[in-house]
């Protein structure tokens, strides 16, 4: 039934009046339009507003994660969000290729025109970078040195600010840090988990040196991982050893909000892990298509540009590919499967500890 009392006509609603007249190509400013810029111009503004909806996505789950207390039937929301901006990114992945349509020399009959713009000054897109977690600290040198320079003064103020603000990855590691389920009274499944994971690699030392048609250099080789394997397990558990990984830049996490990750992960079949291994594969999720997207874009600008620099004055395509490699957030969420281990050595917790990871917790805290 009609709720609105004034008549609502598609073309006011959608504002196109201010949409399909917001395209002003800088070569008709100078001498004869390109034609290729029109589609320049459009395929950014369609990034722009996709920034706008997921940024609006983000929004909603970093209020989610802001509270004391983060409730099932809170997280199912949460998973359906973070699954609309996967959706969203891998429409922006595809949305690379319309842009490809256009050749090297399309591009060069207007590119200069543009000095110095760059996406450098997508303010929407530093505000997700920010908000999911890639803050100055962790962005690669180049990016320390100038992430603000190529702004006016408003934006940046607004984006310093920005920084002072818990980012998803922040509030994340909180959420996981309050896991109750790392210690069930006297029983500790670290224990166990540690007995598990040397068993399983004394059976592979074994499988190893039993092999009789290898090469020695290739089984010291396999041999020296299982060794540096064993290290990193040991580092896992043990807290000066974690904290001196995370000082070398191996772990960001917590070791507690670590070790909870890797316990919902090991037991995401229990009813009360569903949703929190959701949320962890979404960010996974979220991580790697924008790992793809920098990817694309880097393979795009060297098609278009090759060697030369980019109008923002970086390095083109080099700086876009070390931002591909670097300029990544949840990483531990990748690294976290060196830790796992198959489902038939998984240890099996005991009845009682079923019982509180099925629908039967009742604590003060539950993710």
């Not at 962005?139 to 190529?150: E, G, H, L, Q, V």
């Not at 040196?209 to 299982?226: D, G, P, T, V």
């Amino acid at each position: 039934m009609q709720k609105n009392t004034t008549p609502c006509y598609y073309g006011d609603y959608l504002q196109l009046d201010k949409i399909l007249t917001a395209q002003a190509p800088e070569s008709a400013k100078y001498a004869n339009e390109a034609h290729d810029e029109t589609l320049f111009i459009v395929v950014h503004q369609v990034y722009e507003l996709w920034f706008k909806q997921v940024l609006h996505e983000l929004k909603a789950v970093l209020g989610v994660f802001a509270g004391d207390e983060v409730k099932d039937q809170q997280l199912t929301g949460v998973v359906h969000k973070l699954k609309r901006v996967i959706t969203i990114q891998q429409l922006m992945n595809q949305q690379i290729g319309v842009m490809e349509t256009m050749t090297p020399q399309d591009f060069m009959s207007f590119r200069d025109y543009l000095v110095p713009a760059s996406g450098f000054q997508s303010v929407q897109f530093k505000m997700l970078e920010i908000g999911l977690g890639l803050k100055s600290e962790y962005r690669i040198d180049f990016d320390k040195n100038s992430f603000y320079s190529r702004l006016n003064e408003k934006d940046r103020l607004f984006l310093e600010g920005l920084e002072t603000q818990p980012s998803l990855f922040e509030q994340v590691e909180k959420w996981l840090e309050r896991m109750p389920f790392l210690q069930f009274g006297d029983f500790s499944f670290w224990q166990m988990y540690q007995s598990a994971t040397e068993k399983m690699l004394n059976e592979d030392e074994s499988t190893v040196l039993s092999i009789e048609q290898i090469a020695e250099h290739e089984r010291e080789m396999q041999l020296k991982e299982i060794i540096n394997t064993r290290a990193k397990f040991a580092a896992l558990l043990d807290k000066d050893k974690y904290a001196e990984l995370q000082q070398q830049g191996s772990f960001r996490l917590s070791q507690r909000a670590m070790l909870a990750a890797l316990f919902i992960t090991l037991y995401q079949e229990e009813p009360v892990f569903n949703l929190p291994f959701q949320v962890l594969t979404c960010l996974t999720e979220i991580d790697e298509n924008m790992t793809i997207w920098r990817y694309k874009h880097a393979m795009m600008v060297q098609r278009m540009l090759g060697t030369k620099i980019g109008t923002g004055g970086s390095s083109g395509h080099d700086y876009l590919k070390r931002t591909t490699e670097k300029n990544r957030i949840f990483t531990d969420l990748f690294h976290m499967a060196t830790f796992l281990l198959p489902k038939s050595d998984l240890p099996e917790l005991p009845l009682a500890v079923r019982k509180q990871l099925g629908f039967y917790f009742s604590g003060a805290q539950q993710i």
